[in-house]
C-alpha cells in the first residue's frame, strides 16, 4: 500500500502543476483582450479629438477667407473714396468702409478664438497620439510575449497530461476512481499532508490513535474532516516525491 500512497503523492503533485498551468494559460486571453480594449479606447478618443481638430482647421480655414473677402472689398471700396466725384459717391465708399472695418474686426476676432481652440486641441492630438504610440508598441512587446507563453504553456500541459495519464495507470483503479472523485469535488486537491497531528489543507486535528496508524503507512486513510486522503508529511520514503 506504501507504493500507491507514493504513487498519489506524485500525482497529486502534477495535477497542482497541472492546474497552475492551466490557471495560468486561461489568464492570457483575457489580458490580451484588455490590451486590445486598451488600445481601442485611446484610438477612439483620439479619433474623437481628431474629428473635432478637423473641424475647427476647416473653421478656420472659412473665417480666414472670409477675412480675405472683406479686406478685398476694403480695397476696393478705398478705390471707390479716392476716385469719387461726388458727395454721395464719398460718403457710401466710407460707409462701406465702416461697415467692412467692423465686419473684419468681429471676424478676427472669431478667427482668434478658433486659432486658440485649434492650438489647444493639436497640442491634446499630438499628445494622444504620443501615446497611442506608445501603448501600441508596448502592447505588441507584450502581447508577442503573452501568445508564446500561452504556446509554450499549453504544450508544457500536454506533455504534462502524457506524463499523468502513465502515473495514473499505475495506481489501483477504485483507489484512483476515488482520489479522482475527491479532487474533482475539493479544488484540485485530494491529498492532504498531516503535519504534527494537523491536516495541512484544512487544518483540523486528526484523532490522536489515527494519526499513529498514520505513520505507519501501511492503508490509505481520510481525514475525518475535509475527507481528502492524507499521508503522514514528516515520512522519509516520501520526502523526496514532494
Not at 478637423?54 to 473677402?69: G, T
Request: aromatic residues 4%; glycine residues 4%.
Amino acid at each position: 500500500m506504501f507504493d500507491q500512497l507514493r504513487l498519489l503523492v506524485r500525482l497529486q503533485a502534477m495535477d497542482k502543476t497541472l492546474f497552475d498551468l492551466a490557471q495560468e494559460r486561461d489568464v492570457i486571453p483575457g489580458r490580451l483582450a484588455d490590451l486590445t480594449q486598451a488600445e481601442q479606447a485611446l484610438q477612439n478618443e483620439l479619433a474623437t479629438h481628431q474629428a473635432q481638430l478637423d473641424l475647427l482647421l476647416k473653421r478656420r480655414a472659412d473665417q480666414e477667407e472670409i477675412a480675405d473677402n472683406i479686406r478685398a472689398r476694403l480695397r476696393r471700396a478705398e478705390n471707390r473714396l479716392m476716385g469719387s466725384k461726388s458727395t454721395k459717391e464719398y460718403q457710401a465708399a466710407n460707409a462701406e468702409i465702416d461697415d467692412g472695418k467692423d465686419s473684419l474686426k468681429d471676424n478676427d476676432s472669431q478667427l482668434l478664438e478658433v486659432m486658440e481652440q485649434v492650438e489647444a486641441l493639436e497640442q491634446k492630438v499630438s499628445a494622444l497620439g504620443q501615446r497611442f504610440s506608445e501603448l501600441a508598441a508596448a502592447s505588441k512587446e507584450e502581447r508577442g510575449q503573452l501568445e508564446e507563453r500561452y504556446h509554450n504553456v499549453d504544450s508544457e500541459i500536454s506533455r504534462s497530461q502524457n506524463k499523468r495519464q502513465k502515473l495514473a495507470g499505475q495506481v489501483d483503479k477504485a483507489l484512483l476512481k476515488d482520489y479522482d472523485f475527491i479532487r474533482q469535488a475539493r479544488d484540485g486537491v485530494a491529498l492532504a499532508a498531516v503535519s504534527e497531528g494537523v491536516c495541512t489543507v484544512c487544518h483540523m486535528g486528526i484523532p490522536p490513535q489515527q494519526f499513529n496508524e498514520l505513520q505507519r503507512m501501511d492503508k490509505i486513510m481520510s481525514c475525518p474532516s475535509c475527507r481528502r486522503l492524507i499521508y503522514w508529511a514528516e515520512a522519509e520514503q516520501l520526502k523526496q516525491d514532494l
